[in-house]
């Protein structure tokens, strides 16, 4: 069973990108997460790392829509 719960550097290797750019999205409001505990450790729920992830790929594909690739033509 997978913990409903992960810790940013859980999150950072899901990502495939730092800690601190994992650190800079939840701080940013960008990743919803939680503090927990006396010293307010960052939590993401599993649930709301999944969602983010949907909405990378709406957002990206809706910018693919926007922006064509178009063939250059030769000099």
Request: glycine share 6%; charged share 35%; no cysteine.
């Amino acid at each position: 069973m997978e913990p409903r719960f992960l810790l940013l550097g859980d999150v950072a290797s899901e990502l495939n990108v730092s800690d601190s750019q994992v650190y800079h999205m939840v701080r940013s409001g960008e990743l919803p997460a939680i503090k927990i505990g006396g010293r307010g450790q960052w939590r993401v729920e599993r649930t709301k790392l999944e969602e983010y992830i949907k909405h990378k790929y709406d957002e990206t594909a809706a910018w693919v829509k926007d922006n064509p690739l178009t063939e250059r033509e030769p000099d």
